[in-house]
């Protein structure tokens, strides 16, 4: 038993990372966008990259492992709805993640280029931006409706 609640709480700790770095990536990404200051925004996501490797790339791989022993633990079935839905959701959450870290990277790139040659930020910037931004929404989401899940086993 208590192996299994070792198991369980390093499960909800790794959705406290997702959820965790997620929203202070998003609002010091968006603080520092609205700044419109090259240099803080390059500054800015130098950190939200690193932090979206260490921390948020760690949790993404071990919430699948942590899960598959909870499974099995807990003599859960594949089959279960709420499962299946969470394991759809992961991979939706996914598919907008992995972007969003090479559009993180972009944006860093040509921030500090910007910074550099005392410039304005280019199109490209902005249109990755908006992007990025859009991008987040059913990422996250993804990532909430699962928290549910996880929680209220609806179905």
Known sequence: ????????YLHVLGAIVILGTGTGIAFFMLMAHRSRDTAFIARTAETVVIADMLFTLT???LQPVSGGVLMVMSST?????????????YAVAGLFWVPVVFMQIEMRDI???????????CHRYFALFHRWFLFGIPGFGSVMAILWLMIAKPF
Not at 83 to 89: G, H
Not at 111 to 121: P, S
């Open 59 to 61: 949790a993404v791989l």
């Open 1 to 8: 038993m208590m192996l299994y609640l070792l198991v369980k």
């Open 111 to 121: 921030a500090r280029k910007a910074a550099e040659h005392n410039q304005g930020l």
């Open 77 to 89: 079935a594949w089959t279960e709805r709420w499962l299946m839905v969470s394991l759809v959701l």
